[in-house]
């Protein structure tokens, strides 16, 4: 069973549960192998203990803006670091519990590169016109930022 920060998978996978597809998880309790249904994210980040997420205001202007893109949402580190994530992605955002969650629609996670987590935009989620064309197609963080990665509803890093 997955664990950090006393948080077992299934309590992370059934807290998160915006829209997806649904997943049976199978845990222990006590002894026994239960399975129960949970919503699954196709891309979920934890970050470490203590971070928090921030996004921009909305801009309303009176002139229509074509391309911009949504406001910016940044996770926010203990340390006052902040670090861009791509808001168009974003299907669920959580910062309760003293860690920032996040997850992501169109995005895949792809491994460990150059020391990096990197994770790939490999569709979006809004109309093109809605999108900034400088939005970026590869993500990367450094592995002391994330506390885990759920793919599917199921653990994929820290191994």
Do not use: C
Request: net charge neutral; proline share 8%; no cysteine.
């Amino acid at each position: 069973m997955y664990s950090r920060s006393g948080t077992s998978q299934t309590s992370l996978t059934e807290l998160l549960h915006l829209t997806s597809v649904p997943a049976a998880t199978a845990f222990v309790d006590g002894g026994r192998r239960r399975m129960t249904r949970v919503n699954a994210y196709p891309l979920l980040i934890e970050f470490v203990s203590g971070t928090r997420i921030t996004r921009e205001p909305e801009v309303v202007s009176k002139l229509p803006i074509l391309q911009n893109g949504p406001p910016g949402t940044s996770v926010v580190f203990g340390d006052g670091a902040e670090v861009p994530l791509p808001t168009d992605q974003i299907v669920f955002a959580n910062d309760g519990g003293g860690a920032a969650h996040v997850g992501f629609g169109g995005m895949s996670f792809e491994g460990i590169e150059g020391g990096q987590l990197v994770f790939l935009r490999v569709r979006d989620l809004q109309p093109e016109a809605l999108l900034s064309p400088q939005r970026g197609r590869r993500m990367t963080l450094e592995p002391q930022m994330v506390a885990s990665i759920a793919v599917d509803g199921r653990i994929v890093w820290p191994q």
